[in-house]
């Protein structure tokens, strides 16, 4: 289908702690992009680096790394039409105190350093961050009853 395409979303270990799991999800569950992997898991010290590669170096890179490996993060790979801007939109600006009311980030979060969630920025990087974090297998391909409703061209 046209412009369909893959996002991975992570539930930050902030999300976690204060109990917004499903809260956040829900929000993208809604939105309309279709789900295809789920799981909780710990971040390694690898996995982390290499989900944060392009930071490296920057200032605020290590402050990151420890933040998303310290306590266990949920992560999802969704996919839809647009689903890339959709779901950055969904989750708002990277600095909580600017993003706007309605988004995750201006709903929940005050902090840059906890902003509750990630989203792939490009449909390239949508690619290779889902397939960073889950395995072939572990991915989901299926139609949805409802697709039909959501997705013009289905
Ligand atoms: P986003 O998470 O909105 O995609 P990003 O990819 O530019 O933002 O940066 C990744 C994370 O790094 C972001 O969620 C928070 C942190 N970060 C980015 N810029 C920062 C800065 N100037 N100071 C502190 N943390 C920053
Ligand atoms: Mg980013």
Redesign the pocket.
Known sequence: MHNMERTLILVKPDGVQRGLVGEIISRFERRGLRLIGLKFMNVSQTLAEEH?AI?RGKP?YP??VSYITSGPVVALALEGTNAIVAARNT?G??KCHEAAPGTIRGDLGLE??R?LV??S?SVENGEKEVALWFRPEELVSWTRDVDRWIFEGA
């Open positions: 944060y930071h605020f402050g990151l989750m600006v990277t840059i350093g902003n990630h989203g920025d």
